[in-house]
């Protein structure tokens, strides 16, 4: 929302701040000014000047030699400008004056460009003639400028020599930029702002003269009747016919409003229709009277399949959700969005039926987004406007047109329309008030600020009366909010909370994820984040089975793009994506880890009920990094979240994995997640396939049930320890696992530790064979263990080996 | 006599001798035990002592013990010597080069998105708040409905929420996780809620499809929008420094009412505006409110006894600001190069 400010002081004449001052008290009073841009920024000693005499430059084709009357005297101008004659009224600006930008109406400097007196070509110039792309406007909104050249006053504009240019094209102004929150409809207009602006700075609102029109000529419902078949969606519509049209332009004034605002001037009945949008906030339709058959408007749902011609030339499918404007036979308009073609009025018109009309908002949104057509005044009207400001609206530019005199007014209006809103009453509770704030505003004060926003006070009932176009004035929360931002956000004080003794913290799953997330940084990975919806395709690159069910992923409706279309169902796309950017980039030795959920649906698809969320744990590497090494960060993970069983390795078949270099990871019986090298294939998938790449992932679920923050303390050993060695020749299908299990089952109690310290397969080994050796570790904790304590042990070790088919050497 | 006093001074005078030559550690305990060892020659001259007279005994005895004392003092007083003279040697022989490269076992990075998150949550845990989590796959209900944001609400737009179908999405604000609190009927509530939302931005410097919130919700009988003042402006000063200003600006949301945004000074130029703040001298950082009557209603909270204020947080925005990162995607790619420098 762009407003000037000469516009608001139409409705605040008192109204005597900076710019500055002006955006700061109205951010703070609500409304927020995003920023401000005075039109005359780098305009300095801009004249209008009247070119008296033109001669040939002497030395240049291309260039002539202007003497320009500037009111004071006479200066000489050279310029290149083919568009300029004898008698001709241009803005000058002279010597040491300054203009907004260049010729060619590109992109403004920030302090413009100085213009100092000098020789062209051997001839004096003391100033130059400006186009309006060098005054900072551009065509767009002054249609009357040439295309390329300068820029040259009306005969009739009324301006002469000497004046003040900027001044005659309305260029001493600032143009305000708002952001209106979704709730204030009404301020989607100059007079909202206005409203705001005169209670923020406490002045006098002065609304708009609105004269009585057309008491002299018959009535508007012997030329056109209104009928409305979905009131649900057309709360009300207004119809006025002004006959005897005269087009023509419109005056200056409307003309310098409208361009402020950025719309280009066309032509009165146009620009009217423009000015109350703006000012009212209240779109209007003319048509052309002739085009309406049967004399008659019919407000109606389309039919499915419908084609409608909008006035910018195009077809559009329409269905039984949009909503029409009809005659007797005919639709002929989109309603709120769109006029058609076939009502569309043109310089030859006659007779116009004006419309003015409130429709369901979000009927309007969601139809204008089916057909692909959003319009300034789809725009508003999605917003949901208020009937009672249509009717004035339409009163508004009634008036205006009979002031400007472009065709006769009928008298009357056909207004049909569901039941109008009524004023609503608010309960005054200045104290509950001061409670919610934390305030001590006096009832008085509060009630001063209700009757700054035209909210009236009704004492015996103690109730406030909320205006009609305050559409978002229902409640006593929102009472309180009207008293805070006049009262001043920044006055109200600033205490804490009374404690009511909460106590704060992580729950229990946090803390294992940031323990998760310190093992990892400890092992030297950092931590990425991904994203959560990825591609199908993903699962081609995992090179999963057709009927895999991590293939039953959610999806998205209406998703970005098919890269983001679905919920992932496994962690690995995003730690591989991220791991391939930095591979790519010559990265050497990179570790991610990533904390972040996977979907899976509990139900069947689409779901419609929540899917289980579970965190995932997934750690990524190549260069630096082998299976064992990854093994050991996921060990002292578990070991550190008080999980300290020995966690077991089981064969596992995922077809992303490496098949001889990859297993699930068993806690407790439990698979808790998985772990190995990415399956070459799936490498090459992700641009890896000159690199090894290992990943480990943890079901957080599982190891958060399991987990626990509470060690025990188990005593120092008293007693020493006992260690054997056991060096054996072992079957290659036999595991270090299978052999774990033996000395773990058979040690019993007085096992303390054990460990594998060589491994060895070669010539010196049978084919078939590898050479393995384990020092074993016995301790009792109530005395020093015997050799025949050990023995017997170890016998059962050895035993129980040797039933493995493993050959023990001496 | 078996023993002399000539012939204990001669093998004094020699033992001396052969310390003084003595030039390592190893010459000096062949010295000692060529005297004073088991078989030494001052050892031997003592098996003699049984041939000396009874009477005599004494007087060489202390002879004799006189000699060795000198001659096992001489060797530890060259030992002392030695010992030091090869210390120094192996001192020297052991000297570094200290400006050799380290050898390092590379330590991890946490994300700049957790960073920024560790200090948000340290902040209100030590102001009684409590994480809670709530679901990023959410029903429509959650997300809107019952954040006063009715079914025709223009934030319900289809351009700005994913929807998996008619009732489940994308959650695209943590605001629901409040609604899920308060339906647990447990007052007073004191929570913060950060998480993953989702909104249907495509990917540039400044947005993100998939970008995080911290959700601050308190209920309990007395609170007001002083509280809630004083409560974001102790969170801003903690952690943007204490001489951080802060600004509320009314605003609206559909579920707080009063509403605002708040500010803070740019903690670059202190407020008097630079690049980093576009020229304002104020950054926008969170928006906040009481929560709406309405809305404490639909939970099963009688407004009149209870009220409550909520407040809603930009992760990255935080990050990107206190960071200086100037490019959300970087967030995301996860280069090693930008994750080291956290």
């Known amino acids: 929302m762009n407003t000037p400010l000469s516009w608001i002081k139409d409705f605040v004449p008192e109204l005597d701040c900076t710019d500055q001052e002006f955006v700061d008290a109205m951010t703070m009073s609500g409304t927020k000014c995003e920023g401000y841009e005075r039109l005359d920024k780098n305009l300095e000693k801009i004249v209008v000047g009247r070119i008296e005499k033109i001669e040939k430059h002497p030395d240049a084709d291309k260039l002539i030699v202007c003497q320009v009357d500037i009111g004071t005297g006479a200066v000489q101008i050279v310029t290149g400008a083919p568009n300029v004659s004898e008698g001709d009224l241009v803005p000058v600006v002279l010597d040491g004056g300054k203009v907004a930008g260049g010729h060619d109406g590109g992109p403004l400097p920030e302090d413009g460009i100085e213009i100092k007196a000098g020789k062209l070509r051997g001839v004096e110039s003391e100033g130059m003639m400006c186009s309006i792309e060098e005054l900072g406007s551009s065509r767009d909104v002054f249609s009357d400028a040439p295309e390329d050249g300068i820029y040259i006053f009306k005969a009739d504009s009324g301006v002469k020599p000497g004046d003040d240019a900027a001044e005659a094209l309305g260029l001493h102004d600032t143009v305000f930029d708002y952001e209106i929150t979704s709730n204030r409809v009404d301020c989607y207009s100059v007079m909202g702002i206005a409203r705001e602006a005169a209670a923020t700075f406490d002045l006098p609102f002065k609304y708009p003269e609105v004269k009585d029109t057309g008491n002299n000529s018959g009535q508007a419902s012997d030329h056109i009747s209104v009928s409305i078949e979905d009131m649900d969606l057309c709360t009300r519509y207004i119809a006025r016919v002004v006959k005897n049209i005269k087009i023509g332009e419109s005056p200056d004034w409307m003309k310098k409003r409208l361009r402020a605002s950025g719309i280009r001037p066309i032509s009165n009945i146009v620009d009217i229709t423009n000015f109350v949008m703006l000012e009212y906030g209240q779109p209007m339709h003319a048509f052309d009277l002739s085009a309406i058959a049967g004399n008659k408007i019919v407000v109606k749902r389309a039919k499915d399949g419908d084609v409608f011609t909008t006035l910018?030339?195009?077809?559009?499918?329409?269905?039984?959700?949009?909503?029409?404007?009809?005659?007797?036979?005919?639709a002929v308009a989109l309603a709120g969005i769109m006029g058609g073609e076939n009502s569309m009025i043109t310089d030859s018109v006659h007779d116009v039926l004006f419309e003015a009309a409130t429709f369901n908002g979000?009927?309007?949104?969601?139809?204008?987004?089916?057909?692909?057509?959003?319009?300034?005044?789809?725009?508003?009207?999605?917003?949901?406007?208020?009937?009672?400001?249509?009717?004035?609206?339409?009163?508004?530019?009634?008036?205006?047109?009979?002031?400007?005199?472009?065709?006769?007014?009928?008298?009357?209006?056909?207004?049909?329309?569901?039941?109008?809103?009524?004023?609503?009453?608010?309960?005054?509770?200045?104290?509950?008030?001061?409670?919610?704030?934390?305030t001590d505003i006096s009832r008085d004060t509060m009630l001063s600020y209700f009757k700054r926003l035209e909210v009236e006070y009704d004492e015996t009932k103690n109730e406030l009366i909320v205006p009609s176009f305050r559409q978002d004035l229902l409640s006593f929360a929102d009472s309180s909010e009207e008293v805070a931002r006049l009262f001043g956000y920044d006055r109200i004080p600033t205490t804490l909370p009374k404690d009511s003794g909460q106590i704060g913290g992580l729950p229990f799953k946090l803390r294992v994820e940031k323990l998760a997330r310190d093992t990892a940084c400890a092992f030297g990975f950092s931590q990425g984040y991904c994203y959560s919806f990825e591609s199908p395709e993903v699962f081609d690159k995992l090179r999963l089975k057709a009927d895999a069910p991590e293939r039953?992923?959610?999806?998205?409706?209406?998703?970005?793009?098919?890269?983001?279309?679905i919920m992932r169902t496994l962690p690995l796309n995003g730690i591989l994506g991220s791991l391939s950017v930095n591979f790519n980039r010559r990265n050497e030795n990179v570790r991610l880890f990533e904390l972040a959920n996977v979907y899976i649906p509990k139900t069947e698809l689409p779901i419609t009920d929540y899917p289980d969320e579970r965190m995932q744990f997934v750690l990524g590497a190549y260069g630096d990094i082998d299976f064992f090494e990854l093994k050991g960060v996921v060990e002292e993970f578990i070991y550190k979240a008080g999980m300290k069983e020995r966690v077991k390795y089981e064969a596992s078949e995922r077809p992303y994995l490496h098949p001889g270099r990859q297993a699930d990871i068993v806690y407790d019986k439990a698979v808790i997640g998985y772990m190995g090298q990415i399956h070459p294939l799936t490498a090459k998938a992700y641009d890896m396939a000159k690199t090894d790449v290992y990943i480990a992932v943890l079901d957080m679920p599982e190891i958060v049930k399991r987990a626990s923050f509470e060690p025990r303390y188990a005593g120092l050993a008293k007693y020493p320890a006992v260690?054997?060695?056991?060096?054996?020749?072992?079957?290659?299908?036999?595991?270090?696992?299978?052999?774990?299990?033996?000395?773990?089952?058979?040690?019993?109690?007085?096992?303390?530790?054990?460990?594998?310290?060589?491994?060895?397969?070669?010539?010196?080994?049978?084919?078939?064979?590898?050479?393995?050796?384990?020092?074993?570790?016995?301790?009792?904790?109530?005395?020093?263990?015997?050799?025949?304590?050990v023995n017997a042990v170890m016998k059962k070790i050895l035993n129980g080996l040797e039933g493995l088919g493993i050959e023990l050497r001496s | 006599m078996a023993i002399n006093a000539a012939e204990l001074e001669e093998i004094k005078e020699r033992a001396l001798e052969a310390i003084k030559q003595a030039g390592a550690l190893?010459?000096?305990?062949?010295?000692?035990?060529?005297?004073?060892?088991?078989?030494?020659?001052?050892?031997?001259?003592?098996?003699?002592?049984?041939?000396?007279?009874?009477?005599?005994?004494?007087?060489?005895?202390?002879?004799?013990?006189?000699?060795?004392?000198?001659?096992?003092?001489?060797?530890?007083?060259?030992?002392?010597?030695?010992?030091?003279?090869?210390?120094?040697?192996?001192?020297?022989?052991?000297?570094?080069?200290?400006?050799?490269?380290?050898?390092?076992?590379?330590?991890?990075?946490?994300?700049?998105?957790?960073?920024?998150?560790?200090?948000?949550?340290?902040?209100?845990?030590?102001?009684?708040?409590?994480?809670?989590?709530?679901?990023?796959?959410?029903?429509?209900?959650?997300?809107?409905?019952?954040?006063?944001?009715?079914?025709?609400?223009?934030?319900?737009?289809?351009?700005?929420?994913?929807?998996?179908?008619?009732?489940?999405?994308?959650?695209?604000?943590?605001?629901?996780?409040?609604?899920?609190?308060?339906?647990?009927?447990?007052?007073?509530?004191?929570?913060?809620?950060?998480?993953?939302v989702f909104r249907s931005d495509e990917v540039d410097a400044t947005h993100s499809p998939s970008f995080h919130q911290v959700e601050g919700l308190l209920v309990d009988k007395e609170v007001t929008l002083a509280d809630l003042k004083g409560t974001l402006e102790t969170f801003a000063k903690k952690l943007f420094g204490e001489d951080t200003k802060v600004k509320f600006r009314p605003h609206h949301f559909p579920?707080?009412?009063?509403?605002?945004?708040?500010?803070?000074?740019?903690?670059?130029?202190g407020g008097k505006g630079c690049r980093f703040c576009k020229g304002e001298g104020w950054i926008e950082i969170l928006g906040c409110g009481m929560v709406h009557p309405h809305v404490l209603e639909m939970c099963g909270i009688d407004p009149l006894k209870y009220k409550g204020f909520a407040f809603g947080i930009g992760l990255e925005r935080i990050a990107l600001l206190k960071y200086e990162i100037d490019d959300m995607r970087l967030l995301y790619e996860n280069d090693q190069r930008f994750l080291d420098q956290f």
């Open chain 1, 552 to 565: 039953g992923a959610i999806q998205i409706s209406n998703p970005l793009g098919v890269d983001f279309s």
């Open chain 2, 26 to 196: 190893e010459a000096l305990n062949d010295v000692r035990v060529a005297f004073t060892g088991k078989k030494g020659e001052l050892t031997e001259v003592l098996k003699g002592m049984k041939d000396v007279a009874k009477e005599d005994r004494p007087k060489v005895g202390a002879l004799v013990n006189e000699t060795r004392d000198i001659i096992e003092d001489a060797i530890n007083k060259a030992k002392i010597n030695l010992e030091a003279t090869a210390l120094e040697a192996r001192l020297q022989n052991e000297t570094i080069d200290v400006t050799l490269p380290a050898k390092k076992r590379r330590l991890g990075h946490v994300h700049p998105n957790a960073i920024a998150l560790d200090e948000l949550e340290n902040i209100f845990i030590g102001m009684g708040y409590e994480v809670v989590e709530g679901p990023e796959v959410e029903k429509d209900y959650y997300n809107f409905e019952a954040l006063n944001i009715p079914a025709d609400h223009p934030a319900k737009d289809e351009q700005d929420t994913f929807y998996i179908n008619g009732d489940m999405l994308l959650r695209t604000q943590t605001s629901g996780t409040q609604i899920h609190e308060m339906e647990k009927g447990r007052l007073p509530i004191k929570m913060i809620s950060p998480g993953r």
């Open chain 2, 255 to 269: 579920f707080t009412e009063p509403s605002a945004e708040m500010d803070v000074s740019c903690f670059k130029c």
């Open chain 1, 723 to 789: 260690s054997r060695d056991i060096s054996m020749v072992v079957p290659k299908a036999v595991r270090a696992q299978d052999i774990d299990d033996i000395i773990v089952q058979r040690g019993g109690k007085i096992l303390e530790s054990f460990k594998l310290f060589d491994i060895y397969e070669g010539q010196q080994i049978g084919e078939g064979f590898k050479s393995m050796a384990y020092t074993v570790v016995f301790r009792a904790k109530d005395k020093t263990l015997s050799d025949d304590d």
């Open chain 1, 312 to 330: 910018d030339g195009e077809e559009r499918k329409l269905d039984s959700d949009v909503l029409t404007i009809c005659d007797g036979e005919k």
């Open chain 1, 362 to 438: 979000p009927n309007i949104r969601k139809s204008s987004r089916r057909i692909g057509l959003r319009t300034d005044s789809s725009g508003i009207f999605e917003k949901g406007l208020d009937p009672n400001n249509a009717y004035d609206a339409m009163e508004r530019a009634c008036s205006l047109i009979e002031e400007l005199g472009c065709g006769e007014v009928v008298g009357g209006r056909v207004d049909v329309h569901a039941k109008l809103p009524e004023k609503k009453h608010i309960a005054f509770e200045p104290e509950r008030i001061n409670e919610y704030l934390g």
